[in-house]
T-cell receptor, first 115, second 111 residues
Framework: KAGVTQTPRYLIKTRGQQVTLSCSPI?????VSWYQQTPGQGLQFLFE???????NKGNFPGRFSGRQFSNSRSEMNVSTLELGDSALYLC??????????????FGAGSRLTVL | GESVGLHLPTLSVQEGDNSIINCAYS??????FIWYKQESGKGPQFIID?????DKRQGQRVTVLLNKTVKHLSLQIAATQPGDSAVYFC??????????FGKGTTLSVSS
């Protein structure tokens, strides 16, 4: 079973531009979550989608948005990029862990650098 | 606000030693606790989870201990190997909310 696939793996943008990141979850998984990872703030939750609907949203400005398609693939968009948006953006799909927890399976991430 | 945190940002051990990575949490309402391992250039990888009504759970070379009295979680790795070198995150799960991660502990294993 293929894992979570994220594209692109690396990208460089300049301030003010916008960026779109793509994520394909594990086949059959309908929930997709996005996290931002930075050295200073660690892993911070952006949003979660389930069956094309946003189910949960983190504490990020409106410049950060996402969507999910009928095939469960998801995209996230960041508009008007700022230097502080430089981060690793991680996508994950959800399954049930051995103890019953909702376990996230992460992709390798998209490394965004804003100059 | 409430968050999951870790006691030490780094831990260095010798190959073959047992490692203990600690985590403190603040929300008694969490249903599950989960440990993740992140190697360089990769996304976090699930290691083991434990339900909040349990005290201990064992996996392959790993044991998670949960002390609800002092809100403390630990991950024990037996016979640590160089391949265990990574950043380890604890995370807490509450029904209806997103997984909340701690800051991470970098484990370095020297041979």
């Amino acid at each position: 079973k293929a894992g979570v696939t994220q594209t692109p793996r690396y990208l460089i943008k300049t301030r003010g531009q916008q960026v779109t990141l793509s994520c394909s979850p594990i086949s059959g998984h309908r929930s997709v979550s996005w996290y931002q990872q930075t050295p200073g703030q660690g892993l911070q939750f952006l949003f979660e989608y389930f069956s094309e609907t946003q189910r949960n949203k983190g504490n990020f400005p409106g410049r950060f948005s996402g969507r999910q398609f009928s095939n469960s693939r998801s995209e996230m968009n960041v508009s008007t990029l700022e230097l502080g948006d430089s981060a690793l953006y991680l996508c994950a799909s959800t399954s049930r862990g051995p103890s019953g927890a909702n376990v996230l399976t992460f992709g390798a991430g998209s490394r965004l650098t804003v100059l | 606000g409430e968050s999951v945190g870790l006691h030490l940002p780094t831990l260095s051990v010798q190959e073959g030693d047992n490692s203990i990575i600690n985590c403190a949490y603040s929300n008694s309402a969490s249903d599950y606790f989960i440990w993740y391992k992140q190697e360089s250039g990769k996304g976090p990888q699930f290691i083991i989870d434990i339900r909040s009504n349990m005290d201990k759970r064992q996996g392959q070379r790993v044991t998670v201990l949960l002390n609800k009295t002092v809100k403390h979680l630990s991950l024990q790795i037996a016979a640590t190997q160089p391949g265990d070198s990574a950043v380890y995150f604890c995370a807490e799960s509450r029904a209806g909310t997103a997984l909340i991660f701690g800051k991470g502990t970098t484990l370095s294993v020297s041979s």
